[in-house]
């Protein structure tokens, strides 16, 4: 079946450092990538969609100067927390989807981040 | 591999009737199970979940089952609506540490 990954799957930063999250789709072809945040009661908030080679459309109140992403191949997508502080602290999930198949999503392992 | 499996991608269900969602995993680890809800454009938001210790968890018009021996998890909508109408994930983690997503199930309730 499909895989996703996540590196890291645990991150401690200092505030002020950024940091960057790696999404990989392992045997398919992600055209489509989402990231997500988890916040308390277990709910994920859809930060951003991204497509393969575009730029990524954020949700409203995520900020892109702060939360950049980048989909530059059909199998990566990455994540960068620029300047992050205490309250990025969360559980950022990436799920990808391939072409047809818009309503499946594979959701990858998380990762867990800690800012100091 | 997948750890967690929804092997019906979609489902149709008259209004009134039972909608019931199947959910099967290979990780016997696991000891905490969620549902969630998903409406297009946006994040899935939690709908119930249930632990090891039980078999049974029931919040309004929602039940989960879970059957540990055959690592299945059910969710059981009675009577469905047409608001019921979404993708259903899945998840499951060991310890309430990071979720493992099953690849979702998309629910139509028609009139």
């Known amino acids: 079946g499909a895989v996703v990954s996540q590196h890291p799957s645990r991150v401690i930063c200092k505030s002020g450092t950024s940091v960057k999250i790696e999404c990989r789709s392992l045997d398919f072809q992600a055209t489509t990538m989402f990231w997500y945040r988890q916040f308390p009661k277990q709910s994920l908030m859809l930060m951003a969609t991204?497509?393969?080679?575009?730029?990524?459309?954020?949700e409203q109140g995520v900020e892109k100067d702060k939360f950049l992403i980048n989909h530059a191949s059909l199998t990566l997508s990455t994540l960068t927390v620029t300047s992050a502080h205490p309250e990025d602290s969360s559980f950022y999930i990436c799920?990808?989807?391939?072409?047809?198949?818009?309503?499946?999503?594979?959701f990858g392992p998380g990762t867990r981040l800690l800012v100091l | 591999d997948q750890q967690v499996k929804q092997n019906s991608p979609s489902l149709s269900v008259q209004e009134g009737r039972i909608s019931i969602l199947n959910c099967d995993y290979t990780?016997?680890?696991?000891?905490?199970f969620l549902w969630y809800k998903k409406y297009p454009a946006e994040g899935p938001t939690f709908l119930i979940s249930i632990s090891s210790i039980k078999d049974k968890n029931e919040d309004g018009r929602f039940t989960v089952f879970l059957n540990k021996s055959a690592k299945h998890l059910s969710l059981h909508i009675v009577p469905s609506q047409p608001g019921d109408s979404a993708v259903y994930f899945c998840a499951a983690s060991v310890a309430t540490d990071k979720l493992i997503f099953g690849t979702g199930t998309r629910l139509q309730v028609f009139p």
């Open positions: 799920s990808a989807s391939s072409s047809g198949e818009q309503e499946t999503q594979y």
């Open positions: 990780n016997s680890m696991f000891d905490y």
């Open positions: 991204s497509n393969e080679g575009s730029k990524a459309t954020y």
